[in-house]
Antibody, heavy 122, light 107 residues
Framework: EVQLVESGGGLVQPGGSLRLSCAAS????????MNWVRQAPGKGLEWVSY????????YYADSVKGRFTISRDNAKNSLYLQMNSLRAEDTAVYYC???????????????WGQGTLVTVSS | AIRMTQSPSSLSASTGDRVTITCRAS??????LAWYQQKPGKAPKLLIY???TLQSGVPSRFSGSGSGTDFTLTISCLQSEDFATYYC?????????FGGGTKVEIK
């Protein structure tokens, strides 16, 4: 059974940092592209970042570029999101999501974790 | 970025009703569209990809159609477990973008 379990969320002050983790199991992690998707309270879904299966290709949403860093450790079946210079508008539930190649060079998301809440507030 | 617009933003329906949700892309996306269901406090669940292909394990009362800029998600006979919020997502070009969601509520 595919499982994605996020951790690392919490309350952080504006300008602070946080590192999210996503532990994967039930599939060959090193064979899949991974993503972070977030959802602000009461709002819709926003894609945040993508990393290829090898980690060699990375993309970010403009809203987080230069502040967030995605990475992975295939030996540990883990995905990470380092978040720096956090802002109030980064407050959201952050989901890790497995990507499936949709044939266009982009991905849809077939499995999601349960999410971890990040709150940026003083 | 491609803008995805869903309508309606919410609807009220009864068990057994046929429900249709529309998603419109700001430019053509071929059939590179997915639909998700999200229940309160839970992660989204993939229902349909490639505009009309049902994800494994999803009930056949769900169906999707469309290509280019206009897409629909249809629930043929609404069940109690279908009351949720539904999102479309394009994966034609970066960044992948989602519609604003359609909340299906009990009438």
């Amino acid at each position: 059974e595919v499982q994605l379990v996020e951790s690392g969320g919490g309350l952080v002050q504006p300008g602070g940092s946080l590192r999210l983790s996503c532990a994967a199991s039930g599939f060959t992690f090193s064979s899949y592209e991974m993503n972070w998707v977030r959802q602000a309270p009461g709002k819709g879904l926003e894609w945040v970042s993508y990393i290829s299966s090898s980690g060699s290709t990375i993309y970010y949403a403009d809203s987080v570029k230069g502040r967030f860093t995605i990475s992975r450790d295939n030996a540990k079946n883990s995905l990470y999101l380092q978040m720096n210079s956090l802002r109030a508008e980064d407050t959201a539930v952050y989901y890790c999501a497995r990507g499936v190649d949709g044939g266009s060079g982009l991905y849809y998301f077939d499995y999601w974790g349960q999410g971890t809440l990040v709150t940026v507030s003083s | 970025a491609i803008r995805m617009t869903q309508s309606p933003s919410s609807l009220s329906a009864s068990t057994g009703d046929r429900v249709t949700i529309t998603c419109r892309a700001s430019q053509g996306i071929s059939s590179y569209l997915a639909w998700y269901q999200q229940k309160p406090g839970k992660a989204p669940k993939l229902l349909i990809y490639a505009a009309s292909t049902l994800q494994s394990g999803v009930p056949s009362r769900f169906s999707g159609s469309g290509s280019g800029t206009d897409f629909t998600l249809t629930i043929s006979c609404l069940q109690s477990e279908d009351f949720a919020t539904y999102y479309c997502q394009q994966y034609y070009s970066y960044p992948p973008t989602f519609g604003g969601g359609t909340k299906v509520e009990i009438k």
